[in-house]
């Protein structure tokens, strides 16, 4: 009998300089090989206060009705239904539901806020802007 052959890795982008690299599809963690910071590969569903600095990871974020981060976030995705104060740094989507706010100014290629959803803060939607060393290495 065979046995069935599963992805051995995944792509994932580093939050914290955006560095793309593989890493073992079954990794919970890893460390950027570009600028050596801890990479929290897991997905996180927020249903209550949740105290911390910074929520970082590499993976997609859900915040609950009841959920509610005081805390910047850097994330692959966010989902808001509860509130969040702290500054947002997404590298795909946001998405703010009717029950959802944040506080705080808001950095991601895609936004999209459902009737009743608040933002306060200073948004910069769209795709990244590239800066001068990411345009001196992209000849290379």
Known sequence: MAKRQTATKREITCTHCEHVSEVSARAMSAA???CNKRLDLEDHKIQR???????????????EKKGHVPAPIRAESLQV??????DV???RSVH???TGSITGDIVAPILT???GGL???YLEIGPRKKNKTD???AGR
Do not use: F, M, W
Not at 49 to 62: D, K, M, S
Not at 81 to 86: D, F, Y
């Open 49 to 63: 206060y949740h105290a911390v600095r910074e929520l970082v990871t590499c993976g997609a974020v859900v915040i």
């Open 96 to 98: 703010i539901g009717k």
């Open 89 to 91: 740094r997404v590298l």
């Open 81 to 86: 239904l509860g509130k969040v104060n702290g």
């Open 135 to 137: 345009e001196s290495h």
């Open 32 to 34: 950027c090989p570009k």
């Open 119 to 121: 933002v306060d803060g």
């Open 113 to 115: 806020v459902d009737d």
